[in-house]
Antibody
Framework: EVQLVQSGAEVKEPGATVRVSCKVSGYSFTDYYIHWVHQAPGKGLEWMGLLDPDDSHTIYAEKYQGRLTITADTSTDTAYMELSSLRSDDSAVYYC??????WGQGTMVTVSS | SSELTQDPAVSVALGQTVRITCQGDSLRFYYATWYQQKPRQAPLIVIYGKNNRPSGIPDRFSGSSSGNTASLTITGAQAEDEADYYCNSRDSSDDHWVFGGGTKVTVL
């Protein structure tokens, strides 16, 4: 069974950096892209970026260029999403998902002073 | 980059049929994937490709596509189908994803 398990909720101050992990199992990690998706409270899904675990190639949404870094550790089959210079409107649930449409459970990030 | 447009909300009587549409240029080249999202849950894939249902998704869910429009049809809607539904596809220029704004389905 394909599973993506994300790290737990985070509370960060404005200006800080958050790192969310996404550990995959049930398939070969390098076979499929990993996407990261943002969902603000009561809002829709917004694509942030993707990583090809096979060669670490990334594509980021223009909105997150310069603040977003997506990486992967193939030794642990884990992808990471790091968002810097956090603002209050970054408070949201962050999801990882495979290109085959399987999603992690989501990680709530709260940005508050 | 591409955009996908969905109606914000639709209602359907219990047991009746509802169609949700999604429009966008990328749909001329790529099939839509449809996700169901219930409150406080992660999105769940219900339709992918031409008209494929993952294991465990009831056959009352079906998908179709024509030109720049993709559709998700629920035939014989059940109370448990009440949820937000999002369409998703690859962008027409590169590998990134685009999402529709979501359609809230209310089962009356």
């Amino acid at each position: 069974e394909v599973q993506l398990v994300q790290s737990g909720a985070e509370v960060k101050e404005p200006g800080a950096t958050v790192r969310v992990s996404c550990k995959v199992s049930g398939y070969s990690f390098t076979d499929y892209y990993i996407h990261w998706v943002h969902q603000a409270p009561g809002k829709g899904l917004e694509w942030m970026g993707l990583l090809d675990p096979d060669d670490s190639h990334t594509i980021y949404a223009e909105k997150y260029q310069g603040r977003l870094t997506i990486t992967a550790d193939t030794s642990t089959d884990t992808a990471y999403m790091e968002l810097s210079s956090l603002r209050s409107d970054d408070s949201a649930v962050y999801y990882c998902a495979t290109q085959t449409g399987i999603w992690g459970q989501g990680t709530m990030v709260t940005v508050s002073s | 980059s591409s955009e996908l447009t969905q109606d914000p909300a639709v209602s359907v009587a219990l047991g009746q049929t509802v169609r949700i549409t999604c429009q966008g240029d990328s749909l001329r080249f790529y099939y839509a994937t449809w996700y169901q999202q219930k409150p406080r849950q992660a999105p769940l894939i219900v339709i992918y490709g031409k008209n494929n249902r993952p294991s465990g998704i009831p056959d009352r869910f079906s998908g179709s596509s024509s030109g720049n429009t993709a559709s998700l049809t629920i035939t014989g809607a059940q109370a448990e189908d009440e949820a937000d539904y999002y369409c998703n596809s690859r962008d027409s220029s590169d590998d990134h994803w685009v999402f529709g704004g979501g359609t809230k389905v209310t089962v009356l």
